[in-house]
């Protein structure tokens, strides 16, 4: 047992579940009779989302709809970083959100930090925007997902844990 067991700590999402969400608060938007007439629309880009809608009360509704899709859809609404609604003429209002895909380095210092203190046999080594986690003791290494799953609410993304081996 001298090998070495590994995992990746990342934040990422599927996309696909994301669109569906869309595609499903898009459906509801239209069925729903308090946003009927509201012409709220839901566009899906590569890196953000917005909301567009005739009021900010509009644009909230829709918001709320589309995070409880989301988390229908095991996402975490910590991928959406949403902006300040806006009204952009026509009498009509626009919120973005951007998708937050990747650890900021600020977060990947501060959990890098927090696993060295709690285990010092571990070694956490940052890839990229991921953080990979190396120890000789697999037990260690499930004590590391145990404590970052504890303490997810301290970062500002979502985690998960990929390539265990």
Known sequence: MAAESTFDIVSEFDRQELVNAVDQTQRE????????????????????LSIT?????????????????????????????????EEIGGMRVRQVATLQQGIPDDVVKKLQKLIRDSFPKVQPRIQGDALRISSKSRDEL????????????????????????
Do not use: C, M, P
């Not at 239209?30 to 012409?39: A, E, P």
């Not at 709220?40 to 590569?46: F, G, H, K, R, S």
């Open 142 to 165: 499930q004590s590391v997902i145990k404590l970052v799953k504890e303490r997810q609410d301290e970062f500002s993304v979502a985690l998960q844990f990929t390539n265990y081996r």
């Open 53 to 85: 809608a005739g009021s900010e009360i509009h644009v909230d509704a829709v918001r709320d709809i589309l995070e409880t899709k989301a988390l229908r859809r095991n996402l975490s609404l910590k991928i959406f970083k949403w902006g300040a609604a």
């Open 29 to 48: 938007v239209r069925t729903r009779y308090d946003l009927k007439d509201s012409k709220a629309e839901i566009v899906l880009n590569d890196k953000d």
